[in-house]
């Protein structure tokens, strides 16, 4: 059963860093595509970043610069480092997987969640 489980959200001042985690079980974890994708109150899903078999990542133009993904697929665990948050970055983030190696697979499995708010 593959499992997506996320630590490590909070509370955090603007201006402030943060990183989370996903750990991975269930699958191959080095053989897919993860991506990050979040939703901020009472708004859609908004994708974040993505990573696929290869190291290879991308980035939503409103976060480019400040968040960074990664992977380690020793320890099956995917992370995003954030800095210089912003209001607009409060949102439930997700651990996503996709269906293949690249991130033109469509999303397969979620984890459930971890809460990010950014506020004085």
């Known amino acids: 059963e593959v499992q997506l489980v996320e630590s490590g959200g909070g509370l955090v001042q603007p201006g402030g860093s943060l990183k989370f985690s996903c750990a991975a079980s269930g699958f191959t974890f080095s053989n897919y595509a993860m991506s990050w994708v979040r939703q901020a109150p009472g708004k859609g899903l908004e994708w974040v970043s993505c990573?696929?078999?290869?190291?290879?990542?991308s980035y939503a133009d409103s976060v480019k610069g400040r968040f960074t993904i990664s992977r380690d697929n020793a320890a099956n665990t995917l992370t995003l480092q954030m800095i210089s948050l912003k209001p607009e970055d409060t949102a439930v983030y997700y651990c996503v997987k996709h269906g293949g190696d690249s991130v033109t697979n469509p999303y397969d499995a979620w984890g459930q969640g971890t809460q990010v708010t950014v506020s004085s």
């Open positions: 990573i696929n078999s290869a190291d290879s990542t």
